[in-house]
């Protein structure tokens, strides 16, 4: 379904994320959880953005971030809504996924080898 998905935001935004940022943002997403996690952990979604950050990017509010923790509270912000405010945080640290720190690392090095 995550590749369906990605397809989809890459067909919905062309000439932005190219197949090597799908496949790493992909590879991130199947370490940090579900597109609607909200474990009380600080961070948010199936690429467990900041609020910080998510304010940041201009990502749309969620209730999550007032409830964190709450199972009633799951983040509600659709999976290519997502992929767009990681897409603009790839951007601003300078086409890196230093926000993601190691698990970023490792899957940038994964989709170069």
Same mark, same amino acid.
Request: aromatic letters at 12%; proline letters at 8%; a positive charge.
């Given at each position: ?5 990605? !397809? %989809?935001? =890459?067909?919905?935004? =062309? ?24 474990? %009380? ?14 304010? =940041? ?5 969620? *209730?999550?971030?007032?409830? *964190?923790?709450?199972? !009633? ?20 640290? %300078? ?9 970023? =690392? ?8």
């Amino acid at each position: 379904m995550i590749s369906l998905l990605l !397809a %989809g935001y =890459a067909a919905a935004s =062309a000439g932005k994320p190219s197949a090597a940022w799908l496949a790493q943002a992909q590879c991130i997403h199947r370490h940090e959880g579900p597109w609607s996690a909200n474990t %009380g952990n600080g961070y948010f979604g199936g690429m467990q953005f900041a609020a910080a950050t998510w304010t =940041a990017m201009k990502g749309p509010k969620d *209730p999550a971030f007032t409830h *964190p923790g709450d199972p !009633a509270y799951p983040f509600s912000v659709p999976p290519a809504q997502q992929l767009q405010v990681a897409w603009l945080v790839w951007l601003h640290d %300078g086409r890196t996924w230093r926000s993601w720190g190691a698990v970023g =690392a490792s899957c940038a090095r994964a989709a170069k080898h």
